[in-house]
């Protein structure tokens, strides 16, 4: 396997084992190691940082240029703008779990008799786990980052959980690619400390149950090396492991001698001696987090099951709805609590690697429940339905069905596809967008500085917390943008997070301003956005946050190496020109004012000025403190840009894996999920992001998406082992968003003035009731899902739905001045939407003058293939004799 980037997470590998080559699990992170130089022992005297605010990418999990972490008194950096939006401390305690959150964060609690509760610690009080058991105080002293062992311990301690981990990662390194060899092993170019080793060992010896059990199982094969041992750790227990917490040697493994295949549950771990094959574990397992996170479980702590019931709720209920899911399991562990120390969060590179194996296993969760899902799941229409019960075919088994992800799944080719549709949507209703802003997590927020401040913790290394913070800010800036009309009455809002490779979060937003607060002129452009250095006696705070947040590069012949180079050139086009006035390209793209004469400053060794400042809102920029690029939108060329930028899907490094296939082995069906996990990469804040529920895409006001079908063609979605009468007459059947309307428009006199994509701006569909309701407060945008041209009657009847306003059934769709016409293409025609394709039939008439018969009959053909003519009988009336 070769990988071109230093920290590669991905849902594709595999655990292979590394505790005797006896355990393995099915999934976790995949990583790059490299070498590091030995660790200095020697002190260095206590200094004070200068914070200079500048952001920074987020560091890789492990890289060849790790920092010794070491104690340093931290100023509680207030910021150099007495405008920023501070929000405080961690001051709200959750009455529930004990977990401290920011003020902003709790404003949507709950409060029953237990107390207020919120969503983000445990679910409004709904999850309960036990306190992971307390470490001893000299193995808790490691993570203090006091003295030469502590500050080894914390530099090394991804590659210690490795050396002393039960399971480790699997890979196939194709040496045609890795002609290096590959990866350096993680021992032979690092100068273990023995005494530290030997120290963890003896810990783990004394307190880890999995390890005395290997330890047991050692010593009796080494007794008799020819008894046929099996140890069995088992995957459910009878007794709740939220009391029955502390696990024991006798509770969660078993030393079974013989065969116990039949006793064996699908999760259960097997070990046995001699075997010479791998073995995979599921992520499902309650022993998989203490089994590869050792040094972070040391006593052998519970990790995820999924029969951890809610709060209060039987164990013997089995609504899954009442079970704690794997996304709630970790967004509660990874919380600062009152009174609680927790070695998760203070184990540096290790959380990150913990976090994103965290999320990468709540992913192949859900995509391991869609996949197994399709299995069952069939759909079809009403009227083939229909027409199979007709025939005596009662069977609804299927065979051959695709794998696929469907559009609810976040981050799939479905999900990005019908965000960008609803954005357009959104377009299509109140025009092109007006300002595009781009704003990126700042890890130096006094907030964040005070929150690490008895640390000696990096931003970086809580991502957890940046992401938080980050999340706080962009509320408080849509805020702004929406209620606060800081640039004008805002119609609409779509923005989309992004996370780049070893970068922090940042958000890409469009705005759709009100006619009347649009930026008709330069004039009105000046006033809101600037792209020059400010003058630093007139404004001094602008002019420094300027310098720090809002200068690129330098790039070009001072930074040849800088990520914007691309064939020698800055692909984002800085050094910009100094222009006197603001002005806009050809393609609609701003030319802002530039002028030549103003301050500059040196960095990096390179002169800098207004040529190389980014466009801001100097309001913007001393309330937030953060890289906050504002950019104008002008002409319809950049809509697709912007679209396309903020919807371009995840980001994906380069990887190959090696699926060897049976050349005789027939070829398998397409599937997306397999496509979706190919070199998906997920960094530790995406991983924190996503544990926590945070929105990926928002969009303001929302878009419903409307269905629509031919009559008799709805799609039904059933089990394969349901009875046919009892599918026919679902309530989906009878009573779908689509019919709803048109009976509607029997009731309501309103409705009878307004088209399918007019009517959610009105109504409001009851799901539980199945019916649609006038609306009471609100808007929603309509947009009717897309079909192609090659589906004929079904792409006319979409046309006629945009136009045609309160018909009652199918028939006063294709009726038009009193007359109903026999299809929707003709209904069409008759409203003069479709073309009668004379271009066409001239096309073929004028190459009739010098293409050969055969010529002409594949110009034809190729008219038919682009699914361009609105009526190709008419076309073939009109030329056939030519042809």
């Not at 024991?248 to 999760?267: M, N, Y």
């Not at 009347?516 to 000046?526: C, F, R, V, Y």
């Not at 409307?706 to 599918?727: A, C, K, R, S, T």
């Amino acid at each position: 396997m070769h990988v071109s980037n230093e920290c590669t997470p991905s849902t594709s590998s595999a655990r292979m084992p590394q505790f005797r080559n006896t355990i393995s699990s099915n999934r976790s992170t995949l990583t790059h190691s490299h070498s590091n130089p030995t660790v200095s022992k020697r002190t260095r005297p206590l200094k004070r940082k200068n914070y200079n605010n500048e952001p920074v990418p987020m560091a890789p999990l492990m890289g060849p240029n790790d920092e010794d972490v070491q104690r340093v008194e931290r100023d509680v950096f207030v910021g150099l703008s007495k405008d920023y939006l501070d929000h405080g401390d961690q001051s709200i305690i959750c009455d529930i779990c004990k977990a401290k959150l920011w003020k902003k964060e709790t404003l949507l609690g709950r409060t029953n008799n237990m107390g207020k509760s919120y969503f983000l610690c445990c679910g409004y009080g709904k999850v309960e786990l036990p306190d992971l058991s307390e470490p001893n105080e000299s193995y808790k002293q490691l993570f203090s980052n006091v003295g030469p062992k502590s500050k080894y311990f914390l530099k090394s301690i991804r590659r210690l959980n490795s050396m002393f981990s039960f399971t480790s990662m699997g890979g196939k390194i194709d040496k045609s690619i890795n002609k290096e060899g590959g990866a350096p092993s993680e021992a032979s170019n690092q100068i273990l400390d023995v005494e530290l080793i030997k120290e963890l060992k003896e810990m783990l010896d004394t307190f880890n149950p999995f390890v005395k059990c290997y330890r047991m199982a050692r010593d009796r094969l080494s007794n008799d090396p020819t008894t046929d041992l099996k140890l069995r750790i088992l995957a459910k227990r009878d007794k709740d492991g939220r009391t029955y917490n502390l696990p024991s040697a006798s509770e969660v493994a078993v030393l079974i001698v013989g065969d116990v295949t039949s006793l064996i549950d699908h999760r259960d771990i097997v070990v046995t001696s001699h075997s010479g094959s791998l073995k995979r574990i599921s992520e499902l397992h309650v022993s998989y987090l203490p089994l590869q996170y050792p040094l972070l479980f040391p006593n052998g702590d519970d990790g995820y099951r999924v029969d951890i019931p809610h709060r209060n709720i039987a164990l013997l209920d089995d609504n899954v709805k009442r079970r704690c899911t794997m996304r709630e399991f970790f967004s509660y562990r990874i919380q600062d609590r009152v009174g609680k120390f927790s070695l998760i969060l203070t184990s540096r590179r290790l959380y990150q690697q913990f976090l994103v194996d965290a999320y990468t296993m709540i992913e192949s969760e859900w995509l391991g429940y869609i996949r197994n899902k399709q299995g069952n799941l069939r759909s079809e229409c009403v009227e083939n339905l229909r027409t199979s019960r007709d025939e005596g075919n009662t069977d609804l088994k299927q065979v051959g069905q695709r794998v696929i992800l469907p559009s609810s799944f976040t981050g799939g080719p479905r999900y990005m596809m019908q965000n960008f549709l609803d954005a357009m949507a959104i377009c299509k209703w109140y025009g092109y967008p007006d300002l595009f802003i781009t704003i990126t997590c700042n890890p130096k927020w006094p907030e964040i500085m005070r929150c690490l401040n008895d640390t000696t913790i990096a931003p970086s290394d809580r991502p957890d917390i940046l992401c938080r913070l980050f999340k706080m800010k962009l509320e408080s800036l849509l805020t702004d943008l929406k209620e606060k009309s800081i640039f004008g009455k805002v119609q609409a809002v779509v923005y989309t997070i992004e996370f780049q490779k070893r970068g922090l979060p940042h958000a890409h937003i469009c705005i759709f301003m009100h006619p009347a607060h649009k930026l008709p002129s330069p004039d009105h452009i000046d006033r809101f956005i600037s792209a020059e250095l400010p003058n630093p006696n007139e404004d001094p705070e602008l002019y420094t946050l300027v310098r720090e947040f809002m200068i690129h590069g330098p790039c070009g012949n001072h930074n040849k190496k800088s990520p914007c180079m691309v064939n020698g050139e800055c692909s984002k086009k800085f050094p910009k020109k100094f222009r006197e006035f603001t002005s806009t390209d050809a393609d609609g793209f701003p030319l802002y004012r530039r002028r030549s004469g103003g301050p500059t400053f040196w960095k990096s060794g390179a002169q800098i000025d207004s040529r190389y400042v980014v466009p801001y809102n100097s309001f913007l920029l001393k309330k937030y403190q953060s890289h906050i690029n504002v950019e104008w939108c002008n002409k319809g060329n950049a809509i697709k840009y912007l679209f396309k930028y903020i919807n371009k899907g995840p980001d994906r490094t380069t990887c190959y894996l090696d699926n060897p296939e049976s050349p005789d082995q027939p070829v398998k069906v397409v599937n997306e999920i397999d496509r979706y996990y190919d070199c998906r990469y997920v960094s530790a804040c995406e991983a924190s992001w996503r544990i926590y529920s945070f929105e990926v895409h928002y969009r303001y006001p929302s878009v419903m998406r409307l269905p629509f079908y031919l009559p008799e063609h709805q799609q039904v979605v059933f089990n394969g082992d349901d009875d046919i009468d009892d599918v026919l007459n679902k309530p989906s059947v009878t009573s779908s968003m689509f019919l709803s309307w048109m009976k509607c428009n029997e009731i309501y006199q309103e409705a009878r003035d307004l088209n399918y994509v007019q009517f959610p701006t009105k109504f409001v569909w009851k799901s539980n009731d199945r019916c649609w309701k006038p609306r009471k407060q609100g808007i929603s945008i309509g947009r009717i899902h897309t079909v192609s041209p090659a589906l004929g009657e079904a792409y006319y009847l979409r046309i006629l739905l945009n136009k045609v306003k309160g018909p009652t059934c199918f028939e006063d769709i294709r009726t038009i001045n009193g007359i109903q016409h026999p299809t929707f293409r003709d209904a069409c025609y008759a409203l003069g939407l479709l073309d009668d394709d004379n271009e066409y039939i001239e096309a073929i008439k004028e190459a009739s003058h010098s293409g050969t018969g055969h010529y002409l009959r594949n110009l034809f053909a190729t008219m038919l293939w682009s699914n361009t003519l609105s009526r190709p009988d008419h076309v073939w009336d009109q030329s056939w004799l030519t042809l």
